[in-house]
């Protein structure tokens, strides 16, 4: 071991990674060991995918995901990781644990995705309100919120979530779009606007079809989608 490793070792108290949640010597405002920030690395999505959803594709085949509707009122999506293991364990952790420092290295990669683009706006997907009270955030804010401070991308919170209903991780893919159909409404003017819509992941889509649907009703010139992560698709997307 090297001095500077042994002074690293004895400067850096031990705390839990967000992912692999062992004690490792983790720099102050990090969420992620050496070791998990590694297998980061190798999530980030590859060159077989869809140019317009990042969906995987086969060689000259045209994309599944688009062709059953998955892009419906979205212009294009942006996201820099597959959805599992490392990115997996932080998005829950960041949802359902209460572990705010995991959406850092989530948003530095989201806002490379966008960087250079111009938007008028970044749109968080909203939580019903005692959801985010149980949470005590909105995850899909809090990533705007620090994409911002790199991009500069103004936010807005321009979707308000008007009805409880079940979670959409509760359910099976065919009634994720009938779950949260007219859940959501538009509450601040979005009338030629570029927007971005930020979410934590996608999975069938449904939540953010139904959003962008909504932004476009009222007015918004188009709708852009950006992630922290995109799941494997499901077959149907209804």
Not at 209 to 224: F, P
């Amino acid at each position: 071991m090297s001095l500077l490793q042994k002074a690293a070792d004895l400067l850096l108290p031990k705390t839990r990674c967000l992912s692999c949640d062992e004690p490792r010597r983790i720099s102050p405002g990090q969420a992620l060991c050496a070791d998990c920030l590694n297998q980061l690395e190798n999530l980030r999505i590859g060159r077989n995918v869809c140019d317009n959803c990042l969906s995987p594709v086969r060689f000259n085949t045209p994309c599944e995901y688009c062709a059953q509707g998955g892009m419906a009122g979205l212009r294009r999506a942006f996201s820099p990781f597959v959805y599992r293991d490392v990115t997996q364990k932080l998005i829950v952790r960041l949802k359902f644990g209460g572990a705010a420092l995991a959406a850092e290295p989530l948003a530095h990669e989201m806002a490379l995705c966008v960087s250079g683009m111009r938007f008028d706006a970044m749109v968080p997907v909203p939580l019903y309100k005692s959801h985010q009270r149980e949470r005590g955030f909105n995850q899909s804010r809090l990533l705007c919120e620090l994409i911002h401070e790199h991009t500069g991308i103004p936010v807005m919170e321009a979707l308000l979530k008007k009805h409880n209903r079940r979670r959409q991780s509760s359910l099976p893919a065919h009634k994720r779009s009938q779950n949260v159909k007219g859940a959501f409404k538009v509450i601040l003017p979005v009338a030629g606007m570029e927007v971005l819509l930020v979410d934590d992941v996608r999975t069938t889509g449904s939540t953010v079809r139904e959003c962008a649907a909504e932004l476009l009703k009222a007015g918004a010139d188009s709708v852009y989608l950006l992630t922290a992560a995109i799941a494997k698709p499901r077959r149907k997307t209804k």
